[in-house]
Each structure stands twice: as structure tokens, then as C-alpha cells.
């Protein structure tokens, strides 16, 4: 049921006001009444968990709670999904978008969130099933992607089943109902100083048993904290400052929620560090670096790091080199836990993905590879048809399918298990940067304009 759109509005708490990028009291009016009108048409190997690993249980699979989904590997091991379909066939419905946003969306029962500026204003926008818009929030005016293919809605929103939290490029991190009133809101840019970041900001936040957490590198004073999920209260808030070769303090990396000793801790990638942190307090758990024992500049940290088991892939030197850590250990682990190096190989900006015990990457430039994590080995190298156009967008494997955006709109869908072989190249007609989510049969792909959803009615 569409609920009214409201105007921004202060916090119910005195310490938390609005402020610039979140999304308030939601609801729709005009918005949502255009949309409705027309504007708005329309395993992965299950690991075994030891005292370290992925945290928590996997996800019901007709859920994708956060950018690479329910177990944050990019993947889904089952299902039937689609192969072919354009911006006018295959389709169960579409949907014009009031702004241009690159995060990827959310799915949580049936209903899919994601952000985008609305009116000039950050936002974030419900919708069913269906495609029918349910409900709008909006905090106030966007800041801008400078970027061709950023935005100030990078960031993608995450949630717990009871509360939506999202990040945007204007320093807000906010928390809503799903019903999409706000709970609370904060400005990290008013309370803890600009960002100097190169380009737009694209972290998402992470969630934890009771924070929520949020990760800034950049040149300058960089920093992990948590907030309380129920009031926005500051937790914790830890420095993560490294002195490194010029840009390669900048990171856009997205920390993953791993467990350590029994207890919940948080993966970062960023300043050419691997560390660990509890999530109960921010400590730092244990690091690893020499990740760029040759000192070269502007290798900015964008891939996120994949896991296969309890090994972490990490992507560095824009696209040029790989390393295999494993997860555990305490302090310095640095000679310790660094399985293996690849160099020649590895993409800069697409985030791996995990499937069924392997590895895959899309490079920027549409090669294919098939690694074994374990040593960091190729299992097969194969490649997408060339184009002058470059991959920015994460891809996703959903039953035994790659699922892969070129920025210039066309997807491309691949056979990866047992061998590589393209099945389709889907034109939308425009840029996506958003990475496919696949759930329940169907696939939502976020274009500059417009969210497809393939897949049958």
C-alpha cells in the first residue's frame, strides 16, 4: 500500500538530525503517484564454519539483503534463471527510476529497496514484487556524482529484515522501518570532516549482530565505526590511517562480516592493508600488508575481496596482480597467512564472485577466469566479445550462470559450470554499473534509467 511522501523532517532523536544523504519518513504523494501512473512503469559452497569463516547462516535464497547477496558471494547455487531478453522481451515488467543512481539493489521478501536521487533529494524507493512502487523517503538535496559512471546513490542499502540502513555520498547514514520511516539519521561529513576521496564514495555499510558499520579511507583521517542499529549512537569509532604511495590510501572497497574465534569481526580492505577488526568494539584483530612491495602509485583499492572458505581473494594493482590470505591469526600476519601471489591477472574495479568452491572473475576489459582459491591457479581463461566499452559492474553466478554487465548496457549470460560458453548478449539500451542480483527465478538489473526485471511474469 503506497503511504503518503513526507518532507524532510527532524529526527525523532534531538541527537540525530536530518541531514543530507538518507532517506526520511517515507511515503509517497506526488512521487509515488507519478510512478504508479506511468513514470514507474511497468552452494555457493556451503563452508564449513570453523572459529573463522563467513559469519552468520545463510540467507533464505529468495533474499538478497545486501550488494553481492545472502552469503556476500555474488552467487546463488540453484535456480532456473533467464538467458535471453532486451529492454522490450523477456521482461516481467520495468520501471523508470527518478534519478540516476549506481547502487546495486536489495531484495528482502518480496520487496525490493533501492536508493536514488528523487526531485534533487537522496532517497530510497520501495517497491513489490511486481514492480509496483510501495513507498518513497527523501533527506534533502543530493550531492552529485563527477564520475560519467558514479553517482551521489553508490552505496547500496543493507538490511536486517527489520530495519533498512543506507550511505550516500553526502555523509548521511541513516536507518529506516520498512515502512520507510526513519528511525535515525546522522552526517559523518559534519561530524568527522570531508572526504577526500578522488571519486565518489561507494562503500556500502555492513551490519552486524547490533552496529552498523561504516568504513572511510581516503587521504587523511581514515576510520571504521559502528553505530547502534536501533538509536544511531556511536559505538565505536577506531582510526585505519596507513602512509602509502599517492591515491593508495583511497578505498571503495566494501568490508565483509566474517567470524573470528567464535565471535563476529569485520574483514577491510584498503591503504594496501588486509586487516581484522571485532565487531563488538572496532579492535584490530590482526593485518596484513605487502601487498605493493614496489611502491606504485594510484593503485587504488576498488574490487571488493571475495571468500572461498576461510581464504580471502584479494584484487589490487588495477587489475594487474591477486593474493590469496588466509583469514585468522592475531597482530602481523603478513608472512604468515599469504597463501599465494598471482601477478598478470585480477580486475580493478568488477568485485569477484564465488561459486560452488571456485573463484571467478570478469576483468574490466571482459576476459573470463576460473581460479582455484586455494592456490590462486587458473582452472580455465576464456574472454567476452571485445568491445571498446569496459565492465564496471560486479558480475553475479546464479545457477551455474554468469551474469555480466558491459557499462554500455549489454548483459551478457554465460555457461561457467563444467565450461565457459556465452549463451546471450542482451542489449538494455543503457549504462549499467549496478551489478545484476539474482533471486527467485528472476533477475533485476539497475540500469541509469530504468530497473529491469528479467524473468517470466
Request: aromatic share 8%.
Given at each position: 500500500?503506497?503511504?503518503?511522501?513526507?518532507?524532510?523532517?527532524?529526527?525523532?532523536?534531538?541527537?540525530?538530525?536530518v541531514?543530507?544523504?538518507?532517506?526520511?519518513?517515507?511515503?509517497?504523494?506526488?512521487?509515488?503517484?507519478?510512478f504508479?501512473a506511468?513514470?514507474?512503469?511497468?552452494?555457493?559452497?556451503?563452508?564449513?564454519?570453523?572459529?573463522?569463516?563467513?559469519?552468520?547462516h545463510?540467507?533464505?535464497l529468495?533474499?538478497?539483503?545486501?550488494?553481492?547477496?545472502?552469503?556476500?558471494?555474488?552467487?546463488?547455487?540453484?535456480?532456473?534463471?533467464?538467458?535471453?531478453?532486451d529492454?522490450?522481451?523477456?521482461?516481467?515488467?520495468?520501471?523508470a527510476?527518478?534519478?540516476?543512481?549506481?547502487?546495486?539493489?536489495?531484495?528482502?521478501?518480496?520487496?525490493?529497496?533501492l536508493?536514488?536521487p528523487?526531485?534533487?533529494q537522496d532517497?530510497?524507493?520501495?517497491?513489490?514484487?511486481?514492480?509496483?512502487?510501495?513507498?518513497?523517503?527523501?533527506f534533502?538535496?543530493?550531492v552529485?556524482?563527477?564520475?560519467?559512471?558514479?553517482?551521489?546513490?553508490?552505496?547500496?542499502?543493507v538490511?536486517?529484515?527489520?530495519?533498512?540502513?543506507?550511505q550516500?555520498?553526502?555523509?548521511?547514514?541513516?536507518?529506516?522501518?520498512?515502512g520507510?520511516?526513519?528511525?535515525?539519521?546522522?552526517?559523518?561529513?559534519?561530524?568527522?570532516?570531508?572526504?577526500?576521496?578522488?571519486?565518489?564514495y561507494?562503500?556500502?555499510?555492513?551490519?552486524?549482530?547490533?552496529?552498523?558499520?561504516?568504513?572511510?579511507?581516503h587521504?587523511?583521517?581514515?576510520?571504521?565505526?559502528?553505530?547502534?542499529?536501533?538509536?544511531?549512537?556511536?559505538?565505536?569509532?577506531?582510526?585505519?590511517?596507513?602512509t602509502?604511495p599517492e591515491?593508495?590510501?583511497?578505498?571503495?572497497?566494501?568490508?565483509l562480516?566474517?567470524?573470528?574465534?567464535?565471535?563476529?569481526?569485520?574483514?577491510?580492505?584498503?591503504?594496501?592493508?588486509?586487516?581484522?577488526?571485532?565487531?563488538?568494539?572496532?579492535r584490530l584483530?590482526?593485518?596484513?600488508?605487502d601487498?605493493?612491495?614496489?611502491?606504485?602509485?594510484?593503485?587504488?583499492?576498488?574490487?571488493?575481496?571475495?571468500?572461498?572458505?576461510?581464504?580471502a581473494?584479494?584484487p589490487?594493482?588495477?587489475g594487474?596482480r591477486?593474493?590469496?590470505?588466509?583469514?585468522g591469526?592475531?597482530?602481523?600476519?603478513?608472512?604468515?597467512?599469504?597463501?599465494?601471489?598471482?601477478?598478470?591477472t585480477?580486475?580493478?574495479?568488477?568485485?569477484?564472485?564465488?561459486?560452488?568452491?571456485?573463484?571467478?572473475?570478469?576483468?574490466?576489459?571482459?576476459?573470463?577466469?576460473?581460479?582455484?582459491?586455494?592456490?590462486?591457479?587458473s582452472v580455465?581463461?576464456?574472454?567476452?566479445?571485445?568491445?571498446?566499452?569496459?565492465?564496471?559492474?560486479?558480475?553475479?553466478?546464479?545457477?551455474?550462470?554468469?551474469?555480466?554487465?558491459?557499462?554500455?548496457?549489454?548483459v551478457?549470460?554465460?555457461?561457467?559450470?563444467?565450461?565457459?560458453?556465452?549463451?546471450?548478449?542482451?542489449?538494455l539500451?543503457?549504462r549499467?554499473?549496478?551489478s545484476?542480483?539474482?533471486?527467485?527465478?528472476?533477475?533485476?538489473?539497475?540500469?541509469?534509467?530504468t530497473?529491469?526485471?528479467?524473468?517470466?511474469?
Open positions: 500500500m503506497c503511504r503518503p511522501r513526507s518532507s524532510q523532517t527532524p529526527s525523532a532523536n534531538p541527537n540525530h538530525p541531514e543530507e544523504h538518507g532517506l526520511v519518513n517515507a511515503g509517497i504523494l506526488t512521487q509515488a503517484q507519478r504508479a506511468g513514470k514507474f512503469t511497468a552452494l555457493a559452497c556451503l563452508t564449513t564454519i570453523l572459529s573463522i569463516g563467513i559469519a552468520g545463510a540467507a533464505d529468495a533474499d538478497w539483503p545486501r550488494w553481492r547477496g545472502p552469503n556476500d558471494n555474488g552467487s546463488t547455487p540453484s535456480g532456473s534463471y533467464p538467458v535471453r531478453f529492454a522490450d522481451t523477456g521482461l516481467a515488467w520495468k520501471v527510476l527518478p534519478g540516476k543512481g549506481c547502487s546495486t539493489p536489495i531484495v528482502w521478501n518480496q520487496r525490493i529497496y536508493t536514488a528523487i526531485d534533487g532517497g530510497l524507493v520501495a517497491l513489490d514484487w511486481g514492480g509496483k512502487a510501495l513507498w518513497e523517503t527523501s534533502g538535496a543530493e552529485a556524482g563527477k564520475h560519467r559512471n558514479g553517482s551521489g546513490s553508490n552505496p547500496s542499502p538490511t536486517d529484515g527489520e530495519a533498512l540502513f543506507v550516500f555520498k553526502s555523509g548521511n547514514l541513516a536507518a529506516v522501518d520498512l520507510g520511516r526513519i528511525r535515525w539519521k546522522v552526517n559523518l561529513i559534519e561530524r568527522y570532516g570531508k572526504r577526500t576521496l578522488y571519486w565518489d561507494g562503500t556500502s555499510p555492513v551490519l552486524a549482530s547490533d552496529v552498523v558499520v561504516v568504513s572511510i579511507m587521504k587523511g583521517d581514515s576510520y571504521l565505526a559502528g553505530f547502534d542499529k536501533r538509536t544511531g549512537d556511536v559505538t565505536w569509532k577506531v582510526p585505519r590511517n596507513y602509502t591515491e593508495n590510501d583511497n578505498s571503495y572497497a566494501t568490508p562480516l566474517i567470524r573470528h574465534a567464535g565471535q563476529e569481526a569485520l574483514l577491510v580492505w584498503g591503504a594496501e592493508h588486509l586487516t581484522a577488526h571485532a565487531a563488538k568494539d572496532g584483530l590482526w593485518s596484513c600488508g601487498f605493493n612491495p614496489e611502491g606504485k602509485a594510484n593503485w587504488v583499492a576498488v574490487s571488493s575481496p571475495v571468500l572461498a572458505g576461510t581464504m581473494v584479494v589490487y594493482g588495477r594487474s591477486l593474493h590469496g590470505i588466509r583469514l591469526g592475531s597482530g602481523d600476519v603478513t608472512r604468515t597467512h599469504r597463501a599465494w601471489v598471482r601477478d598478470g585480477g580486475t580493478f574495479v568488477p568485485s569477484p564472485v564465488e561459486y560452488a568452491g571456485r573463484v571467478y572473475l570478469v576483468r574490466d576489459r571482459g576476459e573470463v577466469e576460473c581460479l582455484d582459491p586455494a592456490t590462486g591457479k580455465w581463461v576464456d574472454a567476452l566479445p571485445k568491445h571498446s566499452s569496459s565492465y564496471y559492474s560486479s558480475p553475479a553466478i546464479a545457477g551455474g550462470k554468469l551474469y555480466a554487465a558491459r557499462e554500455d548496457g549489454v551478457f549470460i554465460a555457461q561457467v559450470d563444467g565450461k565457459f560458453e556465452v549463451l546471450a548478449e542482451n542489449p539500451g543503457e549499467i554499473i549496478a545484476p542480483v539474482p533471486v527467485a527465478g528472476r533477475v533485476l538489473l539497475r540500469g541509469e534509467k530497473l529491469f526485471c528479467a524473468g517470466e511474469k
